[in-house]
């Protein structure tokens, strides 16, 4: 009897043991399949962001897919963005939505030869300040760009646009009026990158430019082949105005980056690193990159009209080293005529002055000059107030600065 249950105890401790093997297995399973699930997550998740970063767009919007490449042929095409689908858009369904526009003119009513050829052929734009004393300046200037298939618009600030459609194309334009605006005042609100984001290059030029000796079409094949984002035209030596050294035509060189100068206040030598010895262009005749002039519409303050300081920021968006990104054209040069416009005569020679009511008489050009020096301070305390609080941003050319030197004393 005793041998019965000590056998039957036996028995009884084996199968424990083997359901508690089983047990154990199948708890390692689980931990095993856990395991499986977590790295499965993982990758997924990695993957779905990897796909979320290369494929948000220039403006902010995520585009799933293949609908990333349709968008850049196709920018018109609706768009599916998933995110503000459940934000402000959410009274809309996807596939109405539109996120950008242009400043192609649209016809009231089409013909069929009309109908077929919907597709736009301008990939470029030219945007002037205008005033109707420099009409015929203007009109040689704009005659070349629509040679050249560009898109114009231009800002009247005097006011004055019917003097403008006895010209053959007058009625191509776009034409926008507020009174003794500035060019970056109109730039900072018609020139939105959403609108302006399918033209390749935008030219934001002054009225008073001679384009003798200036072809676009030339211009922009040696940009893209020099991979400039930011440029200019040089200067035609025997220009009125030259404010810069930059600026100034070399008669044997195709384009040129920098500038060497040992004369006056500011000297530009190898060591420079930065404008206006190079990655500057001036004020008076910039063309910008499409992603170029996404950043710089950015750091044109609304307020401050005149634009001084900035042209010495803009190598900031050059997308990339300024140095090697931002550059002068000179086989395709200019000639800067100097005319003062806002607040004179039309003519670079003669003063206006306006007489106040129960006041003496004051200089209009000097009381423009004074705004602008004026603003031109308050936007480098802005500059250096946003460098202090942005904690998180590393200035790109101190980083470009060391290599440099680095390089340079690896050379010698």
């Known amino acids: 009897m005793r041998t019965f249950q000590s056998w039957n105890a036996l028995v009884k401790k084996r199968n424990a043991l083997f359901e508690g093997g089983n047990c154990g297995f199948k708890m390692n399973q689980l931990r095993f399949m856990g395991v499986i699930c977590t790295v499965m ?12 970063l290369k494929t948000e767009d220039i403006n902010g919007f995520v585009i799933p897919g293949i609908v990333v490449m349709e968008a850049k042929f196709h920018p018109f095409e609706t768009v599916k963005d998933y995110r503000s689908h459940n934000g402000k858009l959410g009274g809309l369904p996807r ?7 242009d400043l192609e003119l649209r016809p009231l009513w089409s013909s069929n030869s009309q109908s077929k050829a919907s597709v736009m052929t301008n990939k470029n734009l030219l945007a002037m300040p205008v005033g109707i004393k420099q009409k015929d300046n203007v009109d040689d200037v704009v005659k070349k760009f629509l040679a050249a298939n560009f898109s114009i618009i231009l800002f009247h600030y005097d006011g004055n ?13 776009v034409h926008i009026v507020a009174h ?16 302006v984001s399918v033209y390749d290059y935008i030219f934001l030029w002054d009225e008073d430019l001679g384009v003798e000796h200036f072809d676009p079409i030339r ?6 082949s020099e991979g400039l984002e930011i440029s200019q035209p040089a200067l035609d030596p025997n220009s009125t105005e030259i404010h810069h050294r930059i600026t100034i035509r070399a008669k044997k060189k195709r384009f ?6 040992l004369r006056g206040k ?13 990655g500057f262009v001036e004020g008076m005749a910039p063309v910008f990159s499409r992603s170029a002039w996404y950043c710089a519409w950015h750091l044109i303050q609304n307020d401050l009209v005149h634009g001084w300081g900035v042209d010495m920021k803009l190598g900031y968006c050059a997308q990339g080293d300024r140095s090697k990104k931002v550059g002068v054209v000179d086989s395709e040069y200019i000639v800067h005529k100097g005319i003062q416009s806002l607040g004179g005569t039309g003519h670079p020679t003669m003063r206006t002055t306006v007489k106040r009511h129960g006041a003496s008489s004051f200089d209009l050009r000097t009381e423009i000059r004074r705004q602008s020096t004026w603003e031109h301070k308050v936007f480098k305390e802005r500059w250096n107030q946003a460098v202090e609080e942005d904690k998180s941003w590393v200035d790109p050319f101190l980083n470009y600065q060391r290599r440099s030197r680095q390089q340079k004393r690896q050379d010698n």
Request: hydrophobic share 35%; net charge positive; with cysteine.
């Open 180 to 195: 003794n605006q500035t060019k970056w005042w109109f730039a900072k609100r018609f020139l939105h990158p959403d609108i």
């Open 256 to 261: 040129h980056r920098r500038v060497y100068d």
């Open 219 to 224: 211009y922009l094949r040696i940009v893209k």
């Open 161 to 173: 646009v019917d003097g403008w459609w006895d010209l053959g194309w007058g009625e191509k334009a």
């Open 41 to 52: 997550l993982f990758i997924v998740y990695r993957t779905t962001n990897y796909q979320y």
């Open 95 to 101: 596939g109405i939505m539109q996120a950008r526009s």
């Open 266 to 278: 500011t000297k530009c030598s190898n060591s420079s690193e930065g404008p206006p010895c190079t």
